[in-house]
């Protein structure tokens, strides 16, 4: 049974209705504007305003023309009041972003790692990184509201922790926001990288974004993150959008797992430069390649294809036709329309990908005829993860979230 809600809590939830609406206008809303939009009396609507103007997180920007009487004036987040800190740690870069209210990116950095150390040295690798972006940025340390942190899954974000993610030798139960903010003094939240990116792509499109709709992230693995009604889904244990497993054919390669045509290790960067080494396309490393070095070599595959090599696109449009046996599994079955693609591998890929997955999906059945489904690049590139995980505490100052109004016993 669920208990009612105090008028605390109430009042925090109204007061991040207004805000988000404020975001999410652009252009700036009048009080009457909002009293229309919320259905909150106007002079809750003036105690909410005077509140955010007081906190600096709103400000009078101009008047508009009302249908009657004086002008009305406007209000739009003050977007360079706070700042959140957003970092993606993958098995092959820390990537680190400083972004202000509305979601655009003030400073970046990215720290190419050759190979994964042990949690206690990544986590001071990462709280250097992000005091060094904020100083670097210039922007006062009491204006940073908190640290999102995006990792490789699976994991426990109840708890804090990654769960022997797969390329993090040595991370079986690993509390990553304890050590986090104890090493930068903030507030600091977790999520996982897919499920970060398809919160960070809802974030920055806004309005324009569609309702429902998958991220598949490509980095040295693969994942998804899902968007229904609007609202990020994490799942009973946060670990929504494991994909990688899903079968894109049993004339594929043997997994790891011992399956046949696991999508996610035909998507592999290793995977890829692996087959491009056997054909001939690219030469063997003189040694160990470690992730750095995969990556840079899955680039020039991808180049080698765009130049014309029969091989390299034969290699790459399998992995694209295999991918998009999985892009039609998920489509069908929640019925979406958009399907975002991006993460660090994608970028080298995405051309030729979208081409083949498009050809392969024109004719899909079951929903296809009803309504198309758009395969879309990410509009954060490789950074949608970091951003993402910057929004994650974005999320937590503006926007309102109806499971604060309910005490659970």
């Not at 209210?101 to 190419?112: D, F, Q």
């Not at 699976?154 to 991370?171: H, I, N, Q």
């Not at 043997?254 to 690219?282: D, F, K, N, Q």
Request: glycine content about 12%; charged content about 20%; overall charge negative.
């Amino acid at each position: 049974m669920h208990k009612g809600s105090n008028l605390e809590r109430v009042g925090r939830y109204n007061l991040t209705v207004v805000l988000d609406l404020i975001r999410r206008s652009g252009e700036g809303l009048s009080r009457v504007q909002l009293v229309e939009s919320t259905g909150l009396s106007t002079q809750t609507v003036s105690n909410i305003v005077r509140r955010l103007l007081e906190e600096g997180l709103v400000a009078e920007t101009g008047k508009v023309a009302g249908k009657m009487g004086k002008p009305r004036t406007l209000l739009r987040i003050d977007a360079l009041s706070r700042f959140a800190v957003g970092v993606h740690l993958d098995p092959s870069v820390i990537s680190c972003v400083l972004l202000d209210l509305s979601g655009a990116v003030a400073a970046r950095s990215h720290i190419p790692i050759r190979s994964v150390a042990g949690p206690d040295q990544t986590v001071r690798v990462i709280a250097e990184a992000v005091d060094a972006l904020i100083d670097k940025s210039g922007v006062e340390r009491g204006r940073v509201i908190g640290v999102g942190m995006a990792a490789p899954g699976p994991m426990d974000a109840s708890g804090g922790g990654v769960v022997g993610p797969p390329l993090l030798t040595g991370w079986e139960r690993v509390d990553l926001c304890e050590g986090l903010r104890g090493a930068t003094g903030l507030p600091v939240f977790l999520d996982k990288d897919s499920t970060a990116a398809a919160h960070g792509e809802l974030w920055i499109s806004g309005e324009s974004a569609p309702h429902d709709f998958a991220f598949v992230y490509l980095g040295t693995g693969l994942g998804s993150g899902l968007v229904i009604n609007g609202e990020v889904v994490r799942g009973s244990s946060n670990n929504v959008g494991e994909i990688g497993h899903f079968s894109a054919g049993i004339d594929g390669p043997v997994c790891s797992c011992g399956r046949p045509g696991c999508v996610g290790l035909t998507t592999m960067p290793s995977y890829l430069v692996g087959r491009a080494v056997e054909a001939g396309i690219l030469e063997p490393s003189a040694g160990e390649p470690d992730l750095q070095e995969t990556m840079a070599r899955l680039r020039l595959l991808a180049a080698e294809a765009r130049e014309g090599s029969a091989a390299a696109r034969a290699i790459l449009r399998d992995s694209a036709t295999r991918l998009a046996r999985a892009v039609e599994d998920i489509a069908s079955l929640l019925d979406l329309e958009r399907i975002v693609f991006g993460g660090p591998s994608w970028p080298a890929v995405s051309g030729l990908y979208l081409a083949v997955m498009r050809e392969a999906l024109a004719d899909r059945k079951a929903v296809g005829a009803i309504h198309p489904l758009e395969l879309v690049d990410s509009a954060l590139a490789e950074d949608v993860a970091a951003v993402g995980a910057g929004c994650l505490v974005l999320n937590e100052l503006l926007s309102p979230r109806a499971d604060g109004l309910l005490l659970v016993p």
